[in-house]
C-alpha cells in the first residue's frame, strides 16, 4: 500500500469515512504538512501511529492537547477522537500509519489479540502514549514506526510481513507502560 494522501471525510460524530488500506491489508500510511493543512477532530476504529519528521505539532487526543516535537510520536487508541495542528514553527510534518488491530492481532480470538491486544483495545480510560525519542523502549518503537511506515510508503518487497512484525514488536514494547 503506497502513501495515501490524506483526505478527511466525516460524518456529524467526526468519525472518518474513508477506507484505510485494503480487507486483506488494512493499512494506509500518510504524510500531513500541517503547514499546509491542519489534521482536524476526527475518529476512527483503526489504531493510528504518528511520528513528528519536522517541526512541532500539537496533538489532542480526547480534548487533551500534547506538544510533539521533532523525532517524537504519538500513539492514538481505537475510536478516540483526535487532531493535529501545527505548534511554534514555520514548518510542520509527521507521517502516520492507521492501521485496523487486526492486521497485529490477527483474530480476535488469537492468543496475541486476547493477552497484548485486547488489554489496549478494550481500556477506555487508555485514549493514546506520547513517544518519546529520549527514552529507550519509547525510542525502539519510534525507529520500529519510521521503518514499517517507509516499507509501506515505498511499498518495498516483502512489507507486509516485516510490517506485522514491527508492530507486535512494538505493541509487546508498549506493554511496559
Known amino acids: 500500500m503506497a502513501l495515501s494522501e490524506c483526505i478527511s471525510k466525516i460524518d456529524k460524530t467526526g468519525l472518518e469515512l474513508i477506507e484505510h488500506g485494503i480487507a486483506s491489508f488494512p493499512i494506509a500510511c500518510y504524510h500531513d504538512d500541517l503547514q499546509r493543512e491542519c489534521v482536524d477532530w476526527h475518529w476512527h476504529e483503526e489504531l ?18 500534547h506538544i510533539v516535537n521533532e523525532g517524537n510520536g504519538f500513539f492514538i ?5 483526535h487532531g493535529g495542528w501545527i505548534y511554534e514553527s514555520i514548518n510542520c510534518r509527521f507521517h502516520s500509519i492507521v492501521f485496523h488491530p487486526r492486521l497485529v492481532g490477527g483474530s480476535s480470538n488469537s492468543i496475541f489479540w486476547t493477552k497484548h491486544l485486547n488489554p489496549i483495545l478494550s481500556n477506555i480510560s487508555f485514549k493514546g502514549l506520547f513517544l518519546d525519542y529520549s527514552i529507550h523502549w519509547q525510542k525502539d518503537i519510534l525507529c520500529s514506526i519510521d521503518e514499517a511506515w517507509y516499507l509501506c510508503a ?8 516485516k510490517f ?3 508492530y507486535q514488536r ?8
Open 170 to 177: 512494538s505493541f509487546i514494547l508498549c506493554l511496559n507502560i
Open 48 to 65: 493510528e501511529l504518528i511520528v513528528v519528521s519536522e517541526g512541532g505539532a500539537i496533538i489532542a487526543v480526547d480534548g487533551e492537547k
Open 164 to 166: 506485522v512484525m514491527l
Open 77 to 81: 487508541n481505537t475510536g478516540v477522537l
Open 154 to 161: 515505498n511499498e518495498e518487497e516483502g512489507m507486509n510481513l
